[in-house]
RNA sequence: CGGGGCGUAGCGUAGUGGCUAGCGCGUCUGCUUUGGGAGCAGAAGACCGUGGGUUCGAGUCCCUCCGCCCCGACCA
């Protein structure tokens, strides 16, 4: 039983200055967390009795699903890490140190490399497979900038497990395994939250979805379809192709288009001196950027941006991606800063990718790659040919659904949990194979997936939180009654204490506010900011034998007769 | 890393060059009070982030560094 009158707890009437969002606020001012440093926190009595009570759903999910737990230090040697290139590719978001002897250590920001050396170390033969196995632990990452509180903070606690098996059909069981323990273990936390396919990234891999808890706070944006359920990080949105009519353009007409360096002016321009009646739309947009040195040129529709972070995502193998600079523009001085097109793209040697709704036998107005002039009836395909297409527009609200052409909707999100199949990248750095059927050497393919629990605990917050303080569900909060007696005979106490342990008991978990120097304002201001599901007063109206019953998600309030407030609670817990 | 903002008591804040740095919450003591963050009286608690400078005089102006927050870049 949580008793208040010694619970190491402190409330705070205001809001910390340094908190934005309503997690950050509520947890600290309820007394669960304080800060620390950038994004660093320290867990308070209520803060560390709902994360494990967060761990331990997800322990007994991961259980049920067979998994097998470990655990491995978050200090670790640089070796492991230097093999898959990692000490390096991971730049400066690594904590890095060094011991005594000058050694280089880590602290880990993720496991993939300590799991995979740990089953090389047991395993040999294709009979011991498929394993998957997972662990609860606190992972550093320097973060650029950490924000929104545990949102995004550099130490946090994740779970992570990695599934290994010999072919891909496995894979795909242990994949699915884990995604069906997602969904059960997100739907115990009490949180909404939208499985949507992700771009495996930098990770490498195949397949890989996200678990996103939409929260205006949040920050990954994704697009959903009302109407066929298809949801997708914006990354990886699959443009649909409009197949508008296409006439049979006239030849290329070079226009006179003076002061015409953006697509606004462009159009403007068209518009008043050529009566041409166009939008944005018509126009293309040449982006030059530089991918790992090279430039290329990429085609997007006037009317959009180039998304960076989409376009980086769907170009294949490049590492590094910028726009042209100035110093570009006077190295290449073919290229007539707002007034590129692509027709001269073979003679200026640059590759050309073209957005998705650049189809072919389509024609644009574009830059003449001429000072002040622009082109029109400039078609792909006749005066123009790309090397590639490329998803690199803007997504925006109202895209068509790529599976059933249903306007989307954007929304935003926070990514609570992350599956991917992450193929044989690991197991072929550090050499894990076993030997199949046949006694021929398999490199054995892993899958990775994660969870973030201390993130968990912020978007349980965000998501259910109301004007007043926090809202918990039953299996997560510091406690699933909470108690209040007020005035200042002993009876409201002592018949709290009464019910307290007639509830635990029956395996309610309670926290009871018997604090005789607390006014009844402040006791009711504070479960209510603390956030337990439900609440029971003892006080004014058991004169009459009753307490009065208390729904903190619903606000709904009544009084029940003393005899039935067990009964009562319990059937309000179901 | 670029841009912006902010560092005054545990928390929230006032203090635009001039006396001993003010207020609210919280804390402590006493009395009173007990259904919505109670009242009265008293008390403790501040290296005004750091270092340097300007000035007769700096919380206040200038510079340095540090820290925190926000936007962006970054980000399994």
Same mark, same amino acid.
């Given at each position: 039983?949580?008793? +208040?009158?010694?619970?190491?707890?402190?409330?705070?009437?205001?809001?910390?200055?340094?908190?934005?969002?309503?997690?950050?606020?509520?947890? #600290?001012?309820?007394?669960?967390?304080?800060?620390?440093?950038?994004?660093?926190?320290?867990?308070?009595?209520?803060?560390?009795?709902?994360?494990?009570?967060?761990?331990?759903?997800?322990?007994?999910?991961?259980?049920?699903?067979?998994?097998?737990?470990?655990?491995?230090?978050?200090? /670790?040697?640089?070796?492991?890490?230097?093999?898959?290139?990692?000490?390096?590719?991971?730049?400066?978001?690594?904590?890095?140190?060094?011991?005594?002897?000058?050694?280089?250590?880590?602290?880990?920001?993720?496991?993939?490399?300590?799991?995979?050396? +740990? #089953?090389?170390?047991?395993?040999?033969?294709?009979?011991?497979?498929?394993?998957?196995?997972?662990?609860?632990?606190?992972?550093?990452?320097?973060?650029?900038?950490?924000?929104?509180?545990?949102?995004?903070?550099?130490?946090?606690?994740?779970?992570?497990?990695?599934?290994?098996?010999?072919?891909?059909?496995?894979? &795909?069981?242990?994949? @699915?395994?884990?995604?069906?323990?997602?969904?059960?273990?997100?739907?115990?936390?009490?949180?909404?939250? @939208?499985?949507?396919?992700?771009?495996?990234?930098?990770?490498?891999?195949?397949?890989?979805? &996200?678990?996103?808890?939409?929260?205006?706070?949040?920050?990954?944006?994704?697009?959903?379809?009302?109407?066929?359920?298809?949801?997708?990080?914006?990354?990886?949105?699959?443009?649909?192709?409009?197949?508008?009519?296409?006439?049979?353009?006239?030849?290329?007409?070079?226009?006179?288009?003076?002061?015409?360096?953006?697509?606004?002016?462009?159009?403007?321009?068209?518009?008043?001196?050529?009566?041409?009646?166009?939008?944005?739309?018509?126009? /293309?947009?040449?982006?030059?950027?530089?991918?790992?040195?090279?430039?290329?040129?990429?085609?997007?529709?006037?009317?959009?941006?180039?998304?960076?972070?989409?376009?980086?995502?769907?170009?294949?193998?490049?590492?590094?991606?910028?726009?042209?600079?100035?110093?570009?523009?006077?190295?290449?001085?073919?290229?007539?800063?707002?007034?590129?097109?692509?027709?001269?793209?073979?003679?200026?040697?640059?590759?050309?990718?073209?957005?998705?709704? =650049?189809?072919? !036998?389509?024609?644009?107005?574009?830059?003449?790659?001429?000072? @002040?002039?622009?082109?029109?009836?400039?078609?792909?395909?006749?005066?123009?040919?790309?090397?590639?297409?490329?998803?690199?527009?803007?997504?925006?609200?109202?895209?068509?659904?790529?599976?059933?052409?249903?306007?989307?909707?954007?929304?935003?999100? =926070?990514?609570?949990?992350?599956?991917?199949?992450? !193929?044989?990248?690991?197991?072929?750095?550090?050499?894990?194979?076993?030997?199949?059927?046949?006694?021929?050497?398999?490199?054995?393919?892993?899958?990775?997936?994660?969870?973030?629990?201390?993130?968990?605990?912020?978007?349980?917050?965000?998501?259910?939180?109301?004007? =007043?303080?926090?809202?918990?569900?039953?299996?997560?909060?510091?406690? +699933?009654?909470?108690?209040?007696?007020?005035?200042?005979?002993?009876?409201?106490?002592?018949?709290?204490?009464?019910?307290?342990?007639?509830?635990?008991?029956?395996?309610?978990?309670?926290?009871?506010?018997?604090?005789?120097?607390?006014?009844?304002?402040?006791?009711?201001?504070?479960?209510?900011?603390?956030?337990?599901?439900?609440?029971?007063?003892?006080?004014?109206?058991?004169?009459?034998?009753? #307490?009065? /019953?208390?729904?903190?998600?619903?606000?709904?309030?009544?009084?029940?007769?003393?005899?039935? #407030?067990?009964?009562?609670?319990?059937?309000?817990?179901?």
């Amino acid at each position: 039983m949580l008793r +208040m009158s010694s619970l190491f707890l402190r409330t705070l009437r205001d809001d910390p200055s340094d908190a934005s969002v309503p997690s950050h606020k509520l947890l #600290v001012r309820a007394g669960y967390i304080r800060p620390i440093a950038a994004g660093i926190f320290s867990w308070l009595p209520l803060g560390v009795i709902v994360l494990r009570n967060v761990e331990r759903v997800i322990r007994e999910e991961m259980d049920r699903a067979g998994f097998q737990e470990v655990h491995f230090p978050a200090l /670790l040697p640089k070796d492991p890490y230097e093999r898959t290139a990692r000490w390096d590719e991971y730049g400066p978001a690594l904590f890095r140190l060094k011991d005594r002897k000058g050694s280089d250590y880590l602290l880990g920001p993720t496991h993939e490399e300590m799991f995979t050396l +740990m #089953v090389k170390g047991e395993y040999s033969s294709y009979k011991d497979l498929p394993l998957n196995i997972y662990q609860i632990q606190t992972k550093y990452r320097d973060e650029a900038r950490p924000r929104s509180g545990i949102i995004r903070g550099r130490e946090f606690v994740m779970k992570d497990s990695y599934s290994f098996d010999v072919d891909d059909a496995g894979l &795909e069981v242990s994949y @699915n395994k884990h995604r069906d323990a997602y969904i059960s273990t997100f739907d115990r936390l009490g949180l909404s939250y @939208n499985i949507v396919s992700a771009m495996s990234g930098a990770m490498g891999g195949s397949k890989s979805e &996200e678990f996103l808890a939409p929260c205006p706070t949040g920050e990954d944006t994704y697009v959903l379809c009302k109407s066929c359920g298809y949801a997708a990080n914006v990354e990886a949105m699959v443009t649909k192709a409009e197949k508008k009519s296409i006439d049979t353009p006239p030849q290329i007409e070079v226009l006179d288009t003076p002061n015409t360096p953006t697509i606004e002016t462009l159009v403007e321009v068209m518009n008043k001196k050529y009566n041409a009646n166009i939008t944005a739309a018509e126009t /293309l947009k040449n982006v030059l950027l530089v991918a790992d040195g090279e430039p290329i040129c990429v085609l997007v529709p006037g009317d959009r941006e180039v998304d960076l972070k989409r376009l980086e995502a769907n170009l294949v193998g490049v590492k590094e991606l910028r726009l042209f600079d100035d110093e570009d523009f006077a190295k290449r001085k073919e290229f007539v800063k707002g007034y590129v097109g692509p027709q001269d793209a073979k003679r200026f040697g640059i590759k050309l990718y073209a957005d998705p709704r =650049i189809v072919i !036998g389509s024609h644009w107005i574009t830059g003449a790659n001429l000072q @002040n002039k622009h082109a029109r009836y400039v078609t792909h395909g006749r005066d123009f040919q790309v090397d590639g297409f490329v998803e690199a527009a803007e997504v925006r609200e109202g895209d068509s659904c790529p599976k059933c052409d249903t306007p989307v909707v954007i929304d935003r999100a =926070i990514e609570i949990g992350h599956i991917f199949q992450l !193929g044989r990248k690991y197991a072929e750095a550090l050499e894990l194979t076993v030997l199949d059927g046949q006694g021929k050497s398999r490199v054995v393919t892993m899958g990775s997936y994660g969870i973030g629990v201390s993130r968990a605990v912020a978007a349980i917050a965000e998501q259910t939180h109301d004007d =007043i303080g926090l809202v918990w569900p039953k299996e997560i909060a510091p406690a +699933m009654v909470h108690i209040v007696a007020t005035g200042k005979e002993d009876l409201p106490f002592t018949t709290a204490e009464k019910i307290a342990l007639d509830l635990e008991s029956k395996g309610v978990t309670v926290m009871l506010d018997d604090r005789k120097e607390a006014s009844p304002g402040v006791k009711f201001k504070d479960a209510e900011l603390i956030g337990n599901p439900v609440i029971v007063i003892v006080g004014k109206a058991l004169a009459e034998g009753k #307490v009065e /019953l208390r729904i903190r998600t619903t606000g709904a309030k009544s009084e029940v007769l003393l005899a039935d #407030v067990i009964k009562e609670v319990l059937a309000a817990l179901k």
